[in-house]
């Protein structure tokens, strides 16, 4: 009976207290939304969803929302000069402001968190129009980046209140983008634990996978990472901080640009690589190249693969293999002008990591380029 008693306890202290439901949407600030959406929908196939602004009543803001299968993406950009979002912009350049967190119940997820030192940036607030309401709040983690929670179960709008359906004769096809499988985090030298202990205490969260200085070192540079995933595994944050190396780390780069903790990449999922990759290429998205020496004993390292080869070396897409499986994958250049967010695209066939096979032939290539722009 004790036993018993006892095993219920544990299952209870167990259980997720903050359950989510995936990636809801990752809002950007930009310096020019209406063009940034232009981007994203030209050459990353986005389709074009919700728009909010003065015609809406907002008056300080213009905001985009565009989406392609699971994926959402909000572009925001401000209005006037003595604003949040301007001042974010003055200090980070274009970045990720949000991510967003679906949940079943945005009031018990911002108490949960709160409750467990979460620093608040909006309790909950209802928000409605003629389709429902949706329920958000919203607590702060690295930088000035923030976690929403989203509850959208009694809202049948196109997006959310405050926005109005946005259709345009102007849709160009999907790039086969289905979902974010994981968005990274790049912190300040020794602030790696500080975030994983967070995501753990304050998010329930897990530390599933860590690489440390010796994974993840070339000739030059290092830099160490520890991959944060929520209870059902549908949310993982890997965080990264620098490490000491010969020369400037990739992550300190991103750090002196982006003047401060932020997102580094998001991974984007497609279920063919092969054809997303051409598509994005086609239509002006560029990669970071690995020299084609790393397709000479590819197969050797990572066994058999369905793909053809030839297609794979074409395009630069990187393969890696665990326990159980493998996974193909592609980095983009910074999509802004300052070294900072860029994108990942990635196929997962059965593999669950994150391709730290690919770690040392990626990074030389990221460093190539930090060379050119004279910050290695
Ligand atoms: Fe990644």
Avoid at 270 to 288: M, Q, S
Avoid at 344 to 358: D, P, T
Wanted: with cysteine.
């Amino acid at each position: 009976m004790d036993t018993m008693i006892a095993s219920k306890k544990n299952t209870v202290e167990q259980a997720d207290f903050l359950p989510l439901q995936g990636t809801d949407y990752v809002e950007f600030y930009v310096g020019n939304a209406k063009q940034a959406a232009h981007f994203y929908k030209t050459a990353f196939g986005f389709q074009s969803l919700a728009y909010a602004g003065p015609e809406t009543g907002i008056k300080d803001k213009v905001s985009y929302a565009i989406r392609q299968q699971k994926l959402t993406f909000v572009l925001t950009t401000p209005l006037k000069k003595d604003n949040a979002i301007a001042e974010h912009i003055n200090r980070h350049g274009d970045g990720v402001k949000f991510l967003a967190l679906r949940v079943d119940d945005a009031r018990d997820a911002w108490h949960q968190t709160t409750k467990r030192g979460g620093e608040n940036f909006m309790k909950p607030e209802v928000l409605t129009d003629k389709h429902g309401e949706v329920i958000m709040s919203g607590i702060k983690t690295y930088g000035d980046t923030v976690h929403l929670f989203i509850e959208r179960k009694n809202y049948s709008g196109a997006f959310m209140p405050g926005y109005t359906e946005w259709k345009t004769e102007y849709n160009p096809s999907s790039t086969g983008l289905k979902y974010v499988d994981h968005c990274v985090g790049n912190v300040g030298w020794n602030q790696m634990n500080k975030w994983v202990k967070f995501y753990e205490d304050v998010m329930g969260f897990r530390n599933i996978l860590s690489f440390d200085d010796e994974d993840i070192s070339t000739e030059y540079s290092a830099l160490m990472s520890k991959v944060m995933s929520n209870g059902n595994g549908y949310v993982k944050f890997p965080i990264n901080e620098p490490a000491e190396g010969k020369k400037k780390s990739q992550v300190e780069e991103y750090l002196d640009f982006y003047n401060g903790e932020g997102v580094q990449h998001v991974a984007l999922a497609t279920d063919n690589i092969v054809e997303t990759v051409g598509t994005l290429k086609n239509r002006g998205v560029e990669f970071l190249k690995v020299p084609s020496s790393y397709y000479e004993d590819l197969i050797d390292r990572v066994g058999k693969i369905d793909e053809d080869l030839e297609p794979l070396k074409e395009l630069g897409i990187l393969v890696d293999r665990d326990e159980e499986g493998y996974l193909l994958q592609i980095f983009t250049k910074p999509v802004e002008d300052r070294p900072t967010l860029f994108f990942e695209i990635i196929q997962r066939k059965g593999a669950k990591s994150f391709g730290k096979g690919n770690f040392k032939a990626l990074f030389e290539a990221i460093e190539r380029e930090q060379g050119l722009r004279g910050n290695l």
